[in-house]
């Protein structure tokens, strides 16, 4: 689900807002996976935007830490890229900033750090089982006040989502007659 979760900018995405329940459906017993807790989503937080480093590195991230000092630039204007000033309810939530390889939740997450590209690969196509109309339905549904904000978000998560094809699944983009 890191896929999934890296697309929808989902940076609060630790274990404590997972659950998993062994369940008995038509004779058939399986594991679900749930998850809970869905404020650090599409560039919000709990209770303002995300921060300009969400997504890009850990709350704590020691490899950064490091980067930075040995390197006297700041990365701060590259990742505030996503900030949209003119439109207030819109979130740091971009694709110009986006990478897919690289993306990191708020906190670390020890089953995204034992992920396999297989695991990235089934998240990319949930991922690109989202159509233009599925996603403009879905943000259509979030009622956004100010519909500068609402397209914006479809543009965003369709641009995503493209980029997260073109990583992990290149043979669909490659199969693909609009391409």
């Known amino acids: 689900m890191w896929t999934v979760n890296a697309w929808l ?16 459906e038509n004779g058939r017993s399986f594991v679900r996976h749930y998850f809970l807790d ?6 919000a937080a709990s209770v303002t935007k995300h921060s300009y480093r969400s997504g890009h590195e850990y709350l704590v991230d020691y490899g950064v ?12 204007p590259a990742m505030g890229a996503g900030c949209r000033p003119e439109i207030p309810s819109y979130g740091f939530f971009d ?15 020890a089953a995204f750090d034992a992920r396999t590209e297989r ?23 979030g009622k ?11 543009k965003t998560l369709l641009e995503r989502r493209d980029m997260i094809v073109r990583e992990w699944l290149p043979e669909t983009t490659a199969a693909s007659p609009s391409k």
């Open 65 to 76: 830490a490091t980067w930075s000092l040995v390197t006297p630039r700041s990365r701060a």
């Open 9 to 24: 900018h989902n940076d609060d995405c630790s274990s404590r807002n997972t659950l998993d329940m062994w369940v008995t």
């Open 95 to 109: 694709s110009a900033t986006f990478d897919p390889e690289s993306w990191r939740p708020f906190l670390p997450n």
């Open 144 to 154: 956004c006040y100010d519909p500068r904000a609402e397209e914006l978000l479809v």
């Open 38 to 43: 869905f404020s650090g989503t599409l560039g």
């Open 119 to 141: 695991d990235i690969r089934w998240g990319a196509r949930i991922v690109a089982g989202f159509d233009e109309a599925l996603i403009r339905a879905a943000v259509k549904r």
